[in-house]
């Protein structure tokens, strides 16, 4: 190569590095995400689909831009429309999932299918590639006393203990059992208290707002306690669920704080069409 088209070479790579650096700025611009976290969504609300065509439910929620999914349990929701899912071991579920488009690492079950085998559907989350198993509640009742918000601690104690010596991460939800109160304090925050920071997480539903639980002040108020959220659209005019961003919450501000919780992943939950309404907005949110 002579000198002249070696200095020709070099300004027509740097020219074209260039032009690859501004059009990945362009496209983190239009794609940022939040937190550089990719898009997930929850499984629940597609359970009818998923029962009746699974790879064209997960193809399809792919196509809408979800690149992260959160399953429920085939045990624990099997007659919730997760149940057909039993016929496939964790790693054939994992290895078809990733083949339609999307990840998966972290799955809801049920208290009941834990008490009677955690160690098995811990081996079926490590076959799968489960990083976090979720519960909704610890089913305490409706009207709890102090005693019995100590007992569900526990309980769940013990197998955050067992599933983070797999190398799994427990999280809880907040919804039910955990909205109550006892001796005026929410049972939810008395239960952070009691779970242990080795072995639990939580992962925040922030349509609870309705109920006054508020999500950014959850994630300021207990730093590194969070490492999820379900994600839904909420507006203070008309009380109801909405898609995210044609909404009245503050998801930068609901983010930023995010960061301060530990939130590793989230998880849109909503019905399908506002599922996919709320992706564009998530897509150019930048925090």
Known sequence: MTELSRRNFIRGTATAAAAASMLSASAFELCANPLGLPIGCQTWPVREGIAKDFPGTIKGLAAAGFQNIELCSPVG?????????????????????????????SSHFGMEELRKDQAGRIAWAQDLGLQQMLVASLDGPKNPTMDDLKRAADEYNRMGEKAAAAGIRQGLHNEGFETSSVEGHRSYDILIGLLDPR?????????????????????????????????????????????????????????????????????????????????????????
């Open 77 to 105: 929701y099997d007659d919730s429309g997760f149940g057909g899912l039993a016929k496939y071991k964790g790693s054939e579920l994992k290895k078809m999932l990733n083949d339609w488009g999307v990840s998966c690492i």
């Open 199 to 287: 072995f639990v997480n939580f992962q925040f539903q922030v349509s609870t707002i309705s109920e006054g639980f508020d999500a950014a002040e959850y994630f300021m108020k207990y730093p590194g306690r969070f490492f999820s959220m379900h994600v839904q659209g909420w507006s203070a005019t008309t009380k109801k669920i909405a898609p995210v961003g044609q909404d009245t919450l503050d998801w930068k501000k609901i983010f930023v704080a995010a960061r301060t919780g530990g939130l590793k992943n989230y998880f849109v939950e909503m019905n399908l069409d506002f599922m996919k309404a709320s992706v564009p907005y998530l897509q150019k949110l930048q925090v």
